[in-house]
């Protein structure tokens, strides 16, 4: 996504704001098949992945007029809509059937990383995540595209519990300090 | 390691999405009622959003966007039916939608079928609603906390409201977290919102400090069931 197309989601955001259902339309026509991507990969089940992108445009709706670009692009801020509510359904799909355990899913191709280039903000997580270690940037991936739990993560790369914690603390740390840099 | 630098690095692990249990409620409850925490999540946001770029678009059911419009806008009405009281519009995804889905059913089982308007409150930051506000008999107004919310001791939570068209919102008063009632006369396509306000409310008449929650007032209809 690039800079104009963000602009111009703040701006129809903004129009939201002011009860503008036709710029709502548009939003949902211009973001719903990528919200929906995101919601599908963390979900897994289209039911459940609609519910969540049903949820996130009632509350892009009704927060709107909260959106404020002095605190951020408008991308990140539907992008973290639709993967709260994503978030919520499989944490609590985890809570409530006893013994849940997710289901093995294949990695991620080598160069998965290579689409972050595409912007300047992807381009400069890209060369961060690259200085990790293999191991531990696939953590980190894996956690934010597919939603997996520090739990999950461990389930599924047969890690300590323990290590995937410090091992993502340390990572975070470790972006958040190249990305100031 | 400081304080702020832990907060941080909690925030960090809320936006990545892997924190689960009580580390996630904390999360959660901090993003309510801590807005240098909720500044330290759009930060993050900001940051590894990129990654979300990797996940292939996928077409939404055809049927998804007409129910979305069904539950927008204040001036339209949200009929629950008797027999679908799990109506998707009130079945947030959270766990403070138990309490609004409990509260809804007590109404829905003591009152007859009747109009309201009810408001759910949710940090602006993303997260689950906090606060369901319901009009009761035209001009009553019950605030109640759906999760408990944390307020510092030198800090008041106040309740504003903004008529739709209207720039400056009107106060309602200062909002214990335990809730309120309260009488005013409130249209539908009113926005509430929750300010944190120094002890006593606003010294200015209009918001102060940094707006935490907000929502709409919306038109439910609850027919005979």
Redesign the interface.
Known sequence: ?NAATSDDTAVLLHRCAG?D?AA??LL?DRW???L???A???TRQ?AL???????A???I???A??YDPA???A???M???V???A???V??Q?REIPGYEPEERED?SPD??A??V??T??AA??RCLKELEEERRRL??M???D?????E?AVQLRLPLGTVKSW??RS??Q??GC?AS | MSGEQDRDLLAAEYVLGSLEGDERREAERLLSVDPAFAHSVSAWQQRLTPLAAQVAPAAPPADLWRRIERGIAPAATVAISPFRRRARFWQATTAGALAIAAALAAFMVLRQPEQTRVALLAPLAGGPPVLMARVERGDGLVVRPTTSIAVPTDKDLELWALPQGETKPRSLGVLPPSGRQLTAQLAPGTQLMVSLEPKGGSPTGQPTGPVLYGGWLTNIEIPRG
């Not at chain 1, 992945?49 to 949820?55: G, I, K, P, V």
């Open positions: 996504m009860g259902r709502f339309r949902y719903g098949s990528r929906y991507g995101i599908l990969r963390i289209p992945a609609a519910d969540a992108l049903h949820d445009f009632l509350q709706w009704q927060q007029r909260r605190r951020g692009g991308e990140a801020w992008v973290g809509m993967r709260y509510r978030l919520d359904i944490r609590r985890a991620g998965a990383l689409r972050l595409s912007t903000e992807g997580l890209h980190v991936v956690a934010f595209v939603g997996l739990s520090h739990s993560l993502i603390r975070l740390m972006l958040r990305l």
